[in-house]
């Protein structure tokens, strides 16, 4: 029988997900929540920012906070590249597809009976 301690040992970025990282993580998801909060009501409402300009903040903010979530608590940021991208290409393919089916829609919309 081996001396050595029946301890599961995991891979280096994997022992970086402490209690701290993931304190961290959730914080910098409250700060991104709170800066969406504070644009949708106080500077939308009160013209300080125009509602154009606070959509793509509003997106940006919000890809933001999915990076998050999938790179840290979906641990998608410890696998290897080949499985990110069997993830991520396809999400954005459908991404792409739900813009342009909306943008399709409006015509569909305007046009003349």
Do not use: C
Request: glycine share 4%.
């Amino acid at each position: 029988m081996s001396t050595e301690p029946s301890n599961v040992h995991h891979d280096e970025d994997h022992e970086s997900l402490s209690k701290h990282k993931i304190w961290q993580v959730f914080f910098v998801l409250l700060g991104i929540t709170a800066i969406e909060f504070i644009i949708a009501l106080y500077l939308v409402p009160h013209h300080v920012l125009k509602q154009g300009i606070a959509n793509p903040v509003y997106i940006v903010l919000t890809l933001a906070k999915a990076f998050y979530i999938v790179a840290y608590f979906m641990h998608l940021r410890f696998e290897k590249i080949g499985m990110a991208y069997a993830i991520l290409v396809p999400t954005l393919f459908i991404i792409g597809l739900i813009l342009v089916l909306t943008n399709e829609g409006n015509y569909w919309l305007l046009a003349k009976h």
